[in-house]
């Protein structure tokens, strides 16, 4: 099982990004998916999960800002992110847990900035 988050990048304040989670080696849509972001010195931080059943949540600083979805033609698990704050910036990481294994995808540096 690999996990791998891209779309990452730099963005002004105010602006977009999406996130997207691939993965090989497991069907994404048969376990839950967070999101969690990390900056240097803190520990990682859940920002966003969707369930197998398609259940979402997500952390309070983001709510509302934003959305996570699952594409299954694709195999990813999307973090679609608007209205980015400077206290946005972080490496994402997504993340599942497959009998009790957790599996981290490589991280994708967002940075909000004017």
């Known amino acids: 099982v690999q996990l791998q988050a891209s779309g990452g990048g730099l963005v002004q304040p105010g602006g977009s990004l999406r996130l997207s989670c691939a993965a090989s080696g497991v069907i994404l849509d048969d376990y839950d998916i967070g999101w969690f972001r990390q900056t240097p010195g803190k520990e990682r931080a859940g920002v966003s999960c969707?369930?197998?059943?398609?259940?979402?949540a997500y952390a309070d600083l983001v709510k509302g800002r934003f959305t996570i979805s699952r594409n299954n033609a694709k195999n990813t698990v999307d973090l679609q992110m608007n209205r980015l704050k400077p206290e946005d910036t972080a490496n994402y990481y997504c993340?599942?847990?497959?009998?009790?294994?957790?599996?981290w995808g490589k991280g994708t540096q967002v940075t909000v900035s004017s």
């Open positions: 993340h599942t847990k497959i009998y009790g294994v957790d599996y």
């Open positions: 969707i369930s197998e059943d398609g259940r979402t």
